[in-house]
T-cell receptor, first 111, second 114 residues
Framework: QKEVEQNSGPLSVPEGAIASLNCTYSDRGSQSFFWYRQYSGKSPELIMFIYSNGDKEDGRFTAQLNKASQYVSLLIRDSQPSDSATYLCAASPNTGNQFYFGTGTSLTVIP | DAGITQSPRHKVTETGTPVTLRCHQTENHRYMYWYRQDPGHGLRLIHYSYGVKDTDKGEVSDGYSVSRSKTEDFLLTLESATSSQTSVYFC?????????????FGPGTRLTVL
């Protein structure tokens, strides 16, 4: 079983704070990792992907990957109420393109 | 959304009836996927396709079949719907098989089996 685990939350942060979302995965063959955002009643949309150890920044979002610890995280700086959504972590091997999704973390940003 | 549409968007059906969901893409992506999303389970892969007439099973394929006769269309069929198949179904596409390539999701189909 190739599991991806996330804390389901809910996670609440005040507007302007840093939100930290975490994900662990069981399959050491996983090579690429993705963070999707899903608003209620909508489909998932990609925020970031990462496949090298370390940090990757894109605007207010930073993805962090530690393959030795099998750990992926997403930091959202200067959180906004519009960031309130469920965040899905996904892992994929380098071939085959099958994604394994976590159950998602619900984030609420309080104005 | 990479030009992905799903039909129908909502469907209510009765136990034992056949149901077909359609996914249509205009991006010429080679890979297509069907997921179901249920509370507490996240997104789970049902079947996927890596080309016309090339399909394979995912993690929760029992009770489902798929067909892909054209690059742009991927059909999911529930031969005899059961209440446990009540769910939201998402289609996704991807242009290549390389691991860092993202999947694009359609808007979803909400299926209720009574």
């Amino acid at each position: 079983q190739k599991e991806v685990e996330q804390n389901s939350g809910p996670l609440s942060v005040p507007e302007g704070a840093i939100a930290s979302l975490n994900c662990t995965y069981s399959d050491r063959g996983s090579q690429s990792f993705f963070w999707y955002r899903q608003y209620s009643g909508k489909s998932p949309e990609l925020i970031m992907f990462i496949y090298s150890n370390g940090d990757k920044e894109d605007g207010r979002f930073t993805a962090q990957l530690n393959k030795a610890s099998q750990y992926v995280s997403l930091l959202i700086r200067d959180s906004q109420p519009s960031d309130s959504a469920t965040y899905l972590c996904a892992a994929s091997p380098n071939t085959g393109n099958q994604f394994y999704f976590g159950t998602g973390t619900s984030l609420t940003v309080i104005p | 959304d990479a030009g992905i549409t799903q039909s129908p968007r909502h469907k209510v059906t009765e136990t034992g009836t056949p149901v077909t969901l359609r996914c249509h893409q205009t991006e010429n992506h080679r890979y297509m996927y069907w997921y179901r999303q249920d509370p507490g389970h996240g997104l789970r892969l049902i079947h996927y396709s890596y080309g016309v007439k090339d399909t394979d099973k995912g993690e929760v394929s029992d009770g489902y079949s798929v067909s892909r006769s054209k690059t742009e269309d991927f059909l999911l069929t529930l031969e005899s719907a059961t209440s446990s198949q009540t769910s939201v179904y998402f289609c996704a596409t991807s242009p290549t098989s390389r691991g860092e390539n993202e999947q694009f999701f359609g808007p979803g189909t909400r299926l209720t089996v009574l």
